[in-house]
């Protein structure tokens, strides 16, 4: 699937497109398909985002798992600092960016 | 031709157009000149007293070497006018100013209350860069 | 130190409104982001894998407690409660939001700080020894004409859109403590046969993609024209560095390009003419700013004596403290590695507490230092086993200075938009490996250093072990990197073969000591035996 990413104009928060809005988790990541393109123009014209653009990822039971590492990292968090994360609760949860 | 939105000078604006280096090396007439990033403004130094306007050129505003073209000249006496041209920004006015340029005529107009903001924003330097401002240094030692 | 007078002040808050209107030009859509980003960088703002991040500089490293318990309050006020000391003695915040850094900036102000120029293609803060004015070996303090060219670098018109970053050390002792040699300029404050001090030069060293030990370019630039030969060193680059690729940009790759001579060559004919051009504060100015820089009121006859019974307390002094000019005095420095921990990281409490300790023990100051620690540069002896304790209940107490597990690392993959593999778990692992206080002293100096990618913010070049992460098809990579170093004798690491996963770098960074015990001689260092038998045994033993 492809995925489109960024940050909060304001806040810097790492977001994802969720085909109405920016969520925080990539879980609710949308399939845009072709359309990320035209997404990015938009919604960085409105100043909701900026640095955005469109990553490889696939959907699977767990939930939305963007392909390349750098990008597992940035909807988790810092795996040296997992209270910091989206998932402090859960030990595991570094592993599942590797 | 791009419009002059700022100029510091009372003289009359120069009314030929400028030439690229190499083509003003050639022309024993012209008056006028403009330099790009790569060109060396050094080559100009013989011909200062008969240039009315040297325009600098800025493609690309991240790109400083307009900044030392400008202050290689007025360091050797150019008293013309040194006309910023193309991607100006607000936010180096004042640091172009003090490099020596005394106009400006960028490719896109800017907003006339922020660029005047700009030029205004430093009441003191930390350097002398031949502009005529007294350095920081200078005002503590006067 | 230096205490900013009204101009100074003007300056920085000056600065601050001028971020505050550039802030909301963005916000209002007058900036696009592509315009706004040099802009936000020459103020230290950068857009980080989770947030924006906020480098703080830390001029030369020095601080006081007042300044550092601010950093503390920073941390907890705008950020997530704590702080990331970095290799060019600044302090760094990774959760920042855009629309408070304004507010940030004006709360730095108020204690003379500020983020001017710790990012961008300018001249960046300007670093140096982080035992200046106490190190027992220096000729003069330093300090003074770091400050000096900090304030002509700053809002320098001309080199603010310069090819590439551009980095700046000054030093003036023998042993260089502040890696001079790898930076864009390096600058060795020396005594010349009349006696008279002056600036030593050396131009276009670096590291990054293309690691070079910069040349010598000049031997001696008197006092008085320190501003006018940094100008003409940085004119001839602003004017011909390259800017067709920006991994060639940096003044390195001109200076190799043209060669030493050339380059100086160009820099003396910009010299002689700046010389003609009235640039040079005079030197009344320096003699200013040299008086805020005058020792500490030292007391007399202070005792040398040390009661080192309490073993742990001694295993520090021998680790982590160094020679002070002043007798009774010591310098101590707070190692940010604890066994596991990340490197250079601090909680908003240990910020305000080394602080608090540095006023009440060390004449208000502190030094960051560009190993990622803190320093207290003036201790008296007498006090010194009060600061540990202190230091230690807070976990502070970690004596490993110089040692394997002070571990320089950048922030890597873990907050890095640039890098390609994870620094700091690699760091925790061999941190934690090597984590015993006697394996530690067996091994003796051993200087590590990780960076996440070729950018080489952690030194990985300059390491005695480097260990460089790289991206291999998607997966993280280590390079293993033997014999640099970054002092009077700096040379740059050599790579030692294929490179290894997470679980088999720190496999051979324990597989390389264990060669180091068994082949060293008496007295060598990991570094002088690898200098000495060369990568062979080495290699053997990793890949056999």
Known sequence: MKIVTGNDLKTGAVVWWDGEGWSKYVNSAADVGAGGEAIIAREEGARRVFAAYVIDGERNADGVRPSHIKERIRALGPTVRMDLSLKPGDPDASNWVI | MVEVQFRFRDDEIAGDPAVTVDAFLTQTNATAVRIEPGDDARALLPFLERLQLIEVSFPAWTDGRGYSSARVLREAGYQGELRAVGDVVIDMLSHLRRCGFDAFAPEHGLNEADAQAAFERWDNVYQATGDGRAAIWAKRHG | MYKYDQYDQQMVDTRVEEFRDQVRRRLDGSLTEDQFRPLRLQNGLYLQLHAYMLRVAVPYGTLNSQQ???????????????????????????????????????????????????????????????????????????????????????????????????????????????AMKLHDIGIQMVRNAAGEIGARFFVGGGMGRTPMIGPMIRDFVPLDQLVTYC???????????????????RIKILVHELGKDEYTRQVEEEFAHLLTQDIEPPLAELERIKAHFVDPPFEAGASDDLDLSDPDFRLWVERNCAPHKQAGYIVATVSLKPVGGIPGDATSDQIRLMAKLARDYSFDELRVTHAQNIVFPHVRK??????????DEAGLGTANLDMVGDIIACPGLDYCSLANARSIPVAQKI?????????????????????????????????????????????????????GSEGADTSLGQITGPGFDEEGIVAAVETTTNVYLRERQQGERFLDTYRRIGMAPFKEALYG
Not at chain 3, 156 to 173: M, N, Y
Not at chain 3, 231 to 249: Q, T
Not at chain 3, 382 to 391: E, F, G, I, P, R
């Open chain 3, 231 to 249: 100008e003409a060193c940085l004119r001839v680059y602003n004017r011909y560095g390259r800017r067709d690729n920006k991994y060639k940009a």
């Open chain 3, 431 to 483: 941190s934690e490996r090597f984590g015993s206080a006697e394996k530690q002293a067996e091994i003796g100096e051993l200087k590590l250093k990780i960076s996440g990618c070729i950018n080489a913010c952690g030194h990985h070049h300059a390491g005695h072990i480097g260990i460089l992460g790289v991206d291999k098809k998607g997966t993280e990579n280590y390079q293993l990197l033997f014999g």
């Open chain 3, 68 to 178: 550092m318990t601010l950093l503390g309050d920073i941390a907890d006020k705008y950020d997530r409660g704590y702080g990331h000391f970095t290799t060019r003695q600044n302090i760094q915040y990774n959760w920042i939001k855009l629309e408070e850094t304004p507010d940030i900036l004006a709360d730095l102000a108020t204690v003379e700080m500020h983020a001017i120029q710790t990012s961008g293609n300018c001249i960046r803060n300007i670093s140096s020894d982080q035992y200046a004015g106490a190190a027992a070996d220096e000729i003069v303090d330093p300090r003074p004409y770091a400050e000096l060219l900090r304030q002509w670098s700053s809002f320098h018109p001309e080199f603010l859109t310069l090819p590439r970053k551009f980095k700046i050390a000054v030093i003036a002792s023998e042993t260089d403590r502040a």
């Open chain 3, 382 to 391: 007498a006090d010194l086993y009060a600061v540990w304790k202190a230091l």
